[in-house]
């Protein structure tokens, strides 16, 4: 039976919380979908939660050599770990952060992931990081994907070398990418675009991200490894269009997180009840699709399903309105 199927058995129970909302910036200026059940029953090896591992972090200095005699691409990376190596290899998981918003800001979710058994890397790309010795340019993110190729290949020689703090603690088949505003264009070209395609990722979460145009190549060109669209419903930076539109493009295995009345940043960035839900929604799929774990499917319905703060589903063209999206493709 597949993740997907086994996933519809669940049993449909309420799941309330307070909500709260928010609007943001730092990215560029009727629906048919099906609604998983919740369930409480796990018929595998239970999830690992949130908060399980005490997490270590270093810090790399990787530099990716210019082509033809240009310089380097500095690429300064956090990497955050389980301390513990009894339960190593781990998967890994590289976060790209959104224009104009420096890694740190992230911490709290990056932790939340690291804590639950996942390696995490976290590159600071150039030219769109606000600590940047160099000119901010948003459209430097047409390089970023080769950036975040490189970063993997890296840390993959790491844990396979033995003098690394990195050593044996990554598992080189379960690899996922996860990116926010101008950070999930450049994960969901990793995984959706010819430009940019990279086999060795098996999962994308696209935390209010969008095609964009400037990558050029061709959107969802072939097969699309498990795809997870959160989005803020009052997103005014990457509006909730940005997100049906990848969505609905996607005739692959694709689950959605409909934040209902949260704006672009606070979900990401700001501790609260919508940091919650990301947190464990993008936990549970990243154990079910890295790990292997089909009760990931129905522990993202348990909780993504929160009244008056969040809907969560699978399949069809999603929950938002279809619509015109800055910089993505007509």
């Known amino acids: 039976m597949t993740v997907a199927a086994l996933a519809v058995l669940g049993a449909l129970i309420a799941w309330a919380a307070l909500g709260s909302t928010g609007t943001g910036s730092g990215k560029r200026t009727g629906a048919s979908s099906t609604i998983l059940p919740a369930s409480t029953t796990t018929t595998t090896a239970p999830l690992t939660a949130i908060g ?136 969901l070209a990793t995984v959706a675009n010819s430009c940019c395609l990279d086999p060795r990722v098996k999962a994308a979460a696209i935390l209010s991200g969008a095609e964009w145009a400037g990558m050029g190549g061709t959107w969802f060109p072939g097969t699309t490894v498990p795809v997870l669209a959160v989005q803020g419903t009052a997103d005014t930076v990457n509006p909730p269009t940005c997100s049906a539109q990848f969505f609905g493009e996607d005739p692959f ?20 009840t919508d940091q919650q839900v990301v947190a464990e929604v993008t936990t549970a799929f990243f154990e079910a699709e890295l790990s292997g774990r089909p009760a990931g499917i129905a522990a993202m319905a348990a909780d993504g399903n929160v009244t008056d703060m969040s809907d969560f589903g699978t399949g069809g063209v999603g929950p938002w309105p279809p619509g015109s999206c800055p910089g993505a493709p007509a």
């Open 52 to 187: 399980t591992y005490d997490v270590s972090s270093l810090s790399l200095e990787i530099v990716e050599p210019g082509a033809a005699g240009a310089p380097g691409r500095s690429l300064p990376t956090t990497v955050w770990y389980p301390t513990s190596t009894a339960a190593a290899p781990y998967p890994l998981l590289v976060f790209s952060q959104g224009y104009d918003v420096s890694v740190a800001s992230y911490q709290g979710l990056i932790h939340d992931w690291a804590s639950a058994g996942f390696v995490v890397a976290a590159p600071t790309y150039p030219h769109t990081d606000p600590s940047s010795p160099a000119t901010l340019d948003e459209d430097d993110i047409v390089n970023h994907p080769a950036d975040l190729r490189f970063v993997i290949t890296t840390l993959l020689d790491d844990s396979a070398s033995g003098g690394s703090a990195l050593s044996g603690l990554i598992r080189s088949s379960a690899i996922g990418v996860v990116g926010q505003s101008d950070g999930g264009d450049v994960s």
């Open 253 to 272: 295995t694709k689950y959605w997180l409909s934040l209902l009345g949260a704006g672009h940043l606070p979900p990401y960035l700001d501790p609260g």
